[in-house]
């Protein structure tokens, strides 16, 4: 069973960054595609970008249309990291970012972003 823990979330400004990070533990995190996931105020969960396992080499990486182009994941298998770069914010990306992995989900960090 892994365990997920996301931190990194904050206030910032429109137009700003953030780099949101899921450290993993159970398990080294190289055998596992790792996903980032949203839920914004009244709405539903929804899919942000993934990144696949080790065996698939170059990684491949997916990421949700509105978000193409502003935000970038990688991992660290070193480090059990997966992060999740996020520049041009927009007050759209407003929501709690969850990992998940292994039907394994973190808590969630909080990601606000002002007009």
């Known amino acids: 069973q892994l365990h997920l823990v996301e931190s990194g979330g904050a206030l910032v400004q429109a137009g700003g960054s953030l780099r949101l990070s899921c450290s993993v533990s159970?398990?080294?995190?190289?055998?596992?595609?790792i996903g980032w996931f949203r839920q914004a105020p009244g709405k539903e969960r929804e899919w942000v970008s993934c990144?696949?396992?080790?065996?698939?080499?170059?990684?491949?990486?997916e990421y949700k249309d509105s978000v193409k182009g502003r935000f970038t994941i990688s991992r660290d298998n070193a480090k059990n990291t997966v992060y999740l770069q996020m520049n041009s914010l927009k007050p759209e990306d407003t929501g709690v970012y969850y990992c998940?992995?292994?039907?394994?989900w973190g808590q969630g960090t909080q990601v606000s972003v002002s007009s």
């Open positions: 998940m992995s292994a039907n394994s």
């Open positions: 159970g398990n080294s995190v190289e055998h596992y595609a």
């Open positions: 990144i696949s396992a080790k065996t698939a080499i170059p990684y491949r990486t």
